[in-house]
């Protein structure tokens, strides 16, 4: 009888239902309206990208340890400039890799920036960052600076735009 009601309670509660998988990367987008520099710094859990790299196009980065790629600050230039795109008044914002920094949590520090017009009303931003490897992906955007708002990307949500 104790048997059978353990494989009931298992059978009900299996184990891999308590775990939740979460995703996420979190950006801040600052608009300097003093120089039009539009600032981006991107966090998100380095094994993360590194995931997609190895399932997606089998490639190892090893972040942040002595066997790290060599290409790794190309490959992710490559990536983010994929997919974290901001346009105003219709026209892209071209972003330029600044670089990246590893912390000892495994957080994963991506710096881009790129110049934005003078006069801006809206910014769009579509951002579908590890959504093709996590569906439960979720991209957080900060906006400071001109606009100062917040947007949650999703595999339903991918692009939004922001107005003053």
């Given at each position: 009888?104790?048997?059978?009601?353990?494989?009931?309670?298992?059978?009900?509660?299996?184990?891999?239902?308590?775990?939740?998988?979460?995703?996420?990367?979190?950006?801040t987008?600052?608009?300097?309206n003093?120089?039009?520099?539009?600032q981006?710094s991107?966090?998100?859990?380095?094994h993360?990208i590194?995931?997609?790299?190895?399932t997606?196009?089998?490639?190892?980065?090893?972040?942040?340890?002595?066997?790290?790629?060599?290409?790794?600050?190309?490959?992710?230039?490559?990536?983010?400039?994929?997919?974290?795109?901001?346009s105003?008044?219709?026209?892209?914002?071209?972003l330029?890799?600044?670089?990246?920094?590893?912390e000892?949590?495994?957080?994963?520090?991506?710096y881009?920036?790129g110049?934005?017009?003078?006069?801006?009303?809206?910014?769009?931003?579509?951002?579908?960052?590890?959504?093709?490897?996590?569906e439960?992906q979720?991209n957080?955007?900060?906006?400071?600076?001109?606009?100062?708002?917040s947007?949650?990307f999703?595999a339903?949500?991918?692009?939004h735009?922001?107005?003053?």
């Open positions: 009888m104790f048997h059978y009601l353990i494989f009931i309670f298992c059978f009900l509660f299996p184990i891999e239902n308590n775990i939740h998988e979460h995703y996420v990367s979190i950006t987008a600052k608009l300097n003093s120089n039009n520099k539009l981006v991107i966090q998100l859990t380095a993360d590194e995931y997609y790299f190895e997606e196009n089998n490639i190892q980065l090893h972040l942040g340890s002595d066997k790290e790629n060599s290409n790794s600050d190309e490959l992710l230039s490559d990536y983010f400039k994929k997919h974290l795109l901001f105003s008044n219709k026209k892209p914002i071209h330029v890799y600044l670089g990246k920094e590893i000892l949590n495994e957080s994963l520090w991506v881009m920036e110049n934005f017009p003078k006069k801006i009303n809206s910014i769009r931003v579509k951002n579908d960052i590890l959504i093709q490897s996590f439960n979720q957080i955007i900060h906006l400071e600076g001109i606009f100062k708002e947007f949650t999703s339903l949500f991918k692009e735009t922001f107005h003053k």
